[in-house]
């Protein structure tokens, strides 16, 4: 097996991928236990694998339809369900309506990703972002995590607000400049 040849879905760049997928299904397994500092970790980890598969793709030419879609697959399990499960769980809350604007914000974040595939698949991706990427949407819920944690912002429903806040911005038209 040829691990730099872009016909191979297990080339490195999908490999790093992979492991990317591994991670976040693992945090969302701490998450389940309620060890949430290790969860954070490994999907911190996983962020860090998200960069590498780009570069690794970019630096030896592999990037290819499938790992496009791949890494969408990847960014939806450990940057928008893992944070969306990581904060709910953290809250403790059984209100209906809380729940609800998880699920905006999981759904929100599946169509930037859909969208944003589309356009790289037409070539419409220019030097920014439109909307925040799915990553930084994880950031600011872990911010948002935190703030929580720490009693900083003590009410469910603030962080519910805010989060649903966040959901909004996956798809706005506000502009994040590109690494």
């Not at 914000?105 to 944003?116: D, E, H, K, Q």
């Not at 009693?151 to 996956?170: N, Q």
Request: net charge neutral.
């Amino acid at each position: 097996m040829n691990l730099f040849d872009k016909d191979n879905h297990f080339n490195a760049a999908n490999i790093i991928t992979f492991a990317n997928v591994a991670c976040g299904t693992l945090a969302l397994y701490f998450v389940t236990q309620h060890n949430f500092t290790v969860a954070i970790i490994i999907a911190w980890i996983a962020g860090a694998l998200d960069i590498a598969d780009g570069k690794v793709a970019r630096k030896y030419n592999l990037s290819t339809e499938f790992g496009i879609q791949l890494d969408s697959f990847a960014d939806f399990l450990s940057f928008v369900i893992m944070p969306a499960f990581l904060l709910f769980y953290s809250l403790e809350s059984s209100n209906i309506f809380i729940g609800a604007i998880f699920i905006y914000y999981i759904i929100s974040g599946l169509r930037r990703l859909v969208a944003f595939n589309l356009k790289v698949e037409t070539g419409e991706v220019a030097k920014y972002f439109e909307g925040v990427p799915t990553p930084l949407g994880a950031i600011l819920l872990w911010i948002l995590y935190l703030l929580h944690s720490f009693s900083i912002v003590s009410s469910p429903f603030i962080i519910a607000i805010l989060v649903a806040v966040v959901g909004y911005l996956l798809n706005s038209k506000v502009k994040v400049p590109h690494p």
